[in-house]
């Protein structure tokens, strides 16, 4: 692996982190602020889904995808028993965790 490719991770590690604080900020502000949250993290979850494997980092792209689908729960006609905005906001802190704990073990990947 390439210098420039490691400050590429390192700088993409950097900015998934800061995408995760954008995720738990408006995570909690479901209940209150639906309609600019809920577009936000959907967002947030594209962005990342379509990023992490290019960059090397394939769990990244399936916590994002697992993100994914627990937004388009309230998008999709079928799906017999919505979450309530505080059942979403839970399951997007689990995942937010999980993406915290990936990124850490990442970096220290990248910086080795």
Request: aromatic share 8%.
């Amino acid at each position: 692996m390439t210098d420039e490719f490691r400050e590429l991770q390192r700088e993409y590690l950097t900015d998934v982190r800061q995408k995760v604080k954008a995720i738990r900020q408006h995570g909690r502000a479901l209940g209150a602020d639906f309609k600019e949250s809920f577009p936000r993290l959907l967002f947030l979850a594209h962005q990342l889904k379509g990023s992490g494997g290019s960059f090397g980092f394939p769990r990244i792209t399936e916590l994002a995808q697992r993100m994914s689908r627990e937004l388009s729960q309230f998008l999709d006609d079928e799906v017999a028993a919505r979450p309530t905005p505080d059942d979403l906001a839970s399951k997007l802190d689990g995942i937010s965790s999980e993406l915290e704990s990936e990124v850490a073990n990442a970096q220290l990947s990248v910086t080795a």
